[in-house]
């Protein structure tokens, strides 16, 4: 129904986490998976949207001894077409990028992968900073280029950022554009 849908593999202890938090603007301080391997958080994009990504950007959670940062993660795509299998677009592996502060942020780019995807996902494949397997996360951003689900390809000239966070690191190159900060 062309809805930008965001999940996660189980919900943490916290009362008010719920997976929209993943990929929303709020400054709420709790996103989080339970304490288990291979704790995972995903966005649809919905029918007709998907992304050539070139660049994307994370946000810690707001936890505030910050111990839970990601180290250990992998942010994978997926296509429109029903069957399509989980591609590895890019690994971190003991990633110090994200400070241990309330709300860090990082952004990183992505080399080689042309395959426009519907579906992202941030994959925990190790341990946190703390160290456990709780995934705890409240920001994700995708830039590059917007392709619909036919192949029709069109940039978008604007930008829109979630409002009270540190700047992302943000592309510049003449293809790259903001594509979609959601909530």
């Given at each position: ?58 946000r810690a959670d707001g936890q505030a ?119």
């Amino acid at each position: 129904d062309g809805k930008v849908v965001a999940a996660m593999s189980n919900k943490g202890n916290a009362p008010d986490t719920v997976p929209h938090k993943f990929v929303g603007r709020s400054n709420d301080n709790y996103s989080r998976t339970k304490d288990e391997p291979n704790s995972w958080m995903s966005v649809d994009l919905g029918e007709g949207r998907a992304v050539v990504a070139t660049h994307y950007c994370l946000r810690a959670d707001g936890q505030a001894d910050s111990k839970y940062v990601l180290r250990n993660w992998t942010l994978e795509g997926k296509a429109a077409e029903p069957g399509a299998d989980w591609v590895q677009i890019r690994r971190h592996d003991n990633d110090e990028t994200l400070a241990q502060e309330k709300h860090s942020v990082g952004a990183w780019p992505i080399e080689g992968e042309a395959r426009a995807f519907r579906h992202f996902r941030i994959h925990q494949h190790g341990k946190n900073a703390k160290p456990n397997n709780e995934l705890m996360c409240c920001g994700f951003e995708v830039y590059g280029v917007v392709a619909s689900t036919l192949q029709l390809r069109c940039a978008f000239s604007f930008e829109q950022r979630i409002h009270d966070l540190a700047p992302c690191r943000r592309p510049r190159g003449p293809r790259d554009a903001l594509v979609l900060s959601f909530g």
